[in-house]
């Protein structure tokens, strides 16, 4: 998606999963999702668990970037990553709201500011939404210990759907 190379290893696996929706009938759940929980060594088997952490873990782990033991939880990615000022491509990002939180990865920003995110269990799938700058903290989980300036270079997405975006 982004124009800034080279591409983050974990946005790269991200990128793979665009679209993919977790089984809304409560009897049977995404092979995807159960395979991810399985690497992850979840506790629990299905996709009605809300799974934004899992998603980002499972994106981190198979790049080789450690994510927090408790990646199911979206706050706890608060505790084990360098805080960031400011958003940067790729950084993980997390909106705290009633009951716990959500956590996605940033990947630019529209023409009226909002954030672009990408995450699991986004309206039930792995896709893009937009987010309120002031409702989110920032975070980078990379193999650095801070992202390259060119980062903090958001690419500004013009137009906003679940599954794609374009850039202006």
Not at 23 to 51: F, Q, R, V
Not at 68 to 95: F, H, N, Q, W
Not at 111 to 134: D, L, R, W
Request: proline fraction near 5%; glycine fraction near 8%.
């Amino acid at each position: 998606m982004s124009n800034q190379k080279p591409e983050l290893a974990w946005m790269v696996e991200a990128y793979k999963h665009n679209g993919l929706k977790e089984n809304t009938s409560k009897t049977t759940h995404n092979p995807t999702i159960l395979g991810w929980l399985k690497e992850l060594k979840a506790w629990w088997s299905e996709d009605e668990t809300p799974w934004c952490g899992v998603f980002v873990a499972i994106c981190l782990k198979r790049a080789g970037v450690e994510y927090p033991k408790l990646y199911m939880r979206a706050l706890e990615y608060r505790d084990t990553a360098k805080k960031l000022s400011k958003p940067a491509y790729g950084c993980v990002a997390i909106k705290t709201r009633t009951g716990g939180g959500h956590v996605f990865f940033v990947v630019g920003k529209t023409t009226t500011g909002k954030i672009v995110g990408y995450g699991g269990n986004q309206n039930n799938s792995v896709c893009y939404a937009t987010f309120e700058p002031s409702e989110l903290e920032y975070y980078w989980y990379g193999k650095t210990n801070r992202p390259a300036d060119i980062r903090y270079v958001l690419p500004v997405i013009k137009s906003v759907s679940a599954t794609k975006v374009c850039e202006s």
